[in-house]
């Protein structure tokens, strides 16, 4: 069975960080591009980053790019977010899923981890 | 700004009625298309992608149709899993978005 389990999330202040981590497992993960999807209490989803099968190619969204880092440990089968100056609007539950390609990348995303629960606040 | 809606934002219907729910794009995608289910308390889960294939396990009830600007999302017989929210998500578009959901509920 896939799987992604989320840590890392928790309670900050704003220009706090944290450091999100998700556990894979049930799949080849060193074949797949893996991303970040928020979600803010009550609200709909956003993507957030991005990075392919080896590591070496990332992608943000403008709302967080030059603060968060997006990385992967594929002899852990982990992926990471790094998340520095973080602000109120932040806040958010952050999914880790997989691209549905396992050759190149989609942009569809399936499974989805539960999430973890990220708060910004002071 | 490229933009997608979703409408109704509500729809409330009974079991076992059919659910059509629409999702429009402000630019051609082409099928580049996609729709979530995210009931409360738990990760969304990809249903259809490239605007007509179902996802590995989904039940033939959903289906999907469109291209161009404007999708649906029908659910020919609504079972009682199948209250939840449902998003549409474009990846034609740098970077890909969602739609802000339809919420699908008993009525």
């Known amino acids: 069975e896939v799987q992604l389990v989320e840590s890392g999330g928790g309670f900050v202040q704003p220009g706090g960080s944290l450091r999100l981590s998700c556990a894979a497992s049930?799949?080849?993960?060193?074949?797949?591009?893996m991303h970040w999807v928020r979600q803010a209490p009550g609200k709909g989803l956003v993507w957030v980053s991005r990075?392919?099968?080896?590591?070496?190619?990332?992608s943000y969204a403008d709302s967080v790019k030059g603060r968060f880092t997006i990385s992967r440990d594929n002899a852990k089968n982990t992926l990471f977010l790094q998340m520095n100056s973080l602000r109120a609007e932040d806040t958010a539950v952050y999914h880790c899923?997989?691209?549905?390609?396992?050759?190149?990348?989609?942009?569809?995303?399936?499974?989805w981890g539960q999430g973890t629960l990220v708060t910004v606040s002071s | 700004e490229f933009v997608l809606t979703q409408s109704p934002a509500t729809l409330s219907l009974s079991p076992g009625d059919r659910a059509t729910l629409s999702c429009r794009a402000s630019?051609?995608?082409?099928?580049?298309l996609a729709w979530y289910q995210q009931k409360p308390g738990q990760a969304p889960r990809l249903l259809i992608y490239?605007?007509?294939n179902r996802a590995t396990g989904i039940p033939a009830r959903f289906s999907g149709s469109g291209s161009g600007t404007d999708f649906t999302l029908t659910i020919s017989s609504l079972e009682p899993e199948d209250f939840a929210v449902y998003y549409c998500?474009?990846?034609?578009?740098?970077?890909?978005?969602f739609g802000p959901g339809t919420k699908v509920d008993i009525k």
């Open positions: 490239d605007a007509s």
């Open positions: 630019q051609s995608l082409s099928n580049y």
């Open positions: 899923t997989r691209d549905t390609s396992s050759s190149w990348v989609n942009n569809w995303f399936d499974p």
């Open positions: 998500q474009q990846r034609s578009n740098w970077p890909p978005t």
């Open positions: 049930g799949f080849t993960f060193n074949s797949h591009w």
């Open positions: 990075i392919n099968s080896d590591g070496s190619s990332t």
